[in-house]
Every structure is written in C-alpha cells, then in structure tokens.
C-alpha cells in the first residue's frame, strides 16, 4: 500500500448554441507502493507515480446524444500495477510483473433512448 495517494480532478461546463462541451483534467498521485507481505523489496515495488487523464465531452442540447474524446496516461509512464518475487513464493526466481497500458486514447458515442 501506499502511504499517500492524492486525486485532482478540473472540468469546466461550456454552453454551446449546439449542447455543452466540458473538458477535463484529471491528475492522480502515488508515493511508492510494495506489492508483497514481505516489506522492503526491490524487487516488488513500484515508485511513486504521477497519471494525468483528459477528456473532452459533449452533450447534444435534449440530452439524447453524447461524444467523448478521451486521453488516458497522457504522460505515457511506464509503471507496474502488481508485481511479485517469485523466490518468495516458492515457485521459481525472477520477478512477475503487470505493466499498466500506454498512452491509450479513445471516442465513445452515446445515445440516451429515455
């Protein structure tokens, strides 16, 4: 676990003659985190991490239709969601890691029927 995590989220609500347009900015913070019961292992720790996601939306003007435009891992950091020593667990050595995705963006489109 990590002994800070912190979140700071910006969006602003802009009226349009065809819908609102909201962009917002989202920035989470993590000091280093230790992925095992076995304490102090560089082997199965990730550092602090910095993440900041954006998303740019739009919402038609009778609410039936949405269009987002988002940004995750803006920053493109390469950090670990899990890791583990395998010598600790008794099945073999190295270490087993999960990598979290790239800078990934993406658009969804909605329609809202009631």
Same mark, same amino acid.
Request: hydrophobic residues 35%; proline residues 4%.
């Given at each position: 676990?990590?002994? &800070?995590?912190?979140? &700071? ?30 304490? /102090? ?9 910095? &993440? ?23 920053? /493109? ?6 890791? /583990? ?15 979290? /995705? ?13």
């Amino acid at each position: 676990m990590p002994k &800070l995590t912190a979140a &700071l989220g910006v969006d602003d609500k802009i009226d349009t003659t065809f819908g609102s347009v909201t962009p917002r900015l989202d920035y989470t913070y993590r000091t280093t985190t230790f992925f095992t019961i076995y304490g /102090n292992q560089s082997t199965a720790l990730q550092g602090p991490v910095g &993440l900041l996601n954006g998303t740019v939306s739009w919402l038609n003007r009778e609410g039936k239709w949405s269009m987002a435009l988002y940004g995750r891992n803006l920053t /493109n950091k390469i950090y670990y969601t899990f890791a /583990n020593d395998l010598s600790k667990v008794g099945i073999g050595s190295g270490t087993l890691v999960d990598v979290a /995705n790239p800078r990934e963006y993406g658009l969804t489109i909605r329609r809202n029927f009631f």
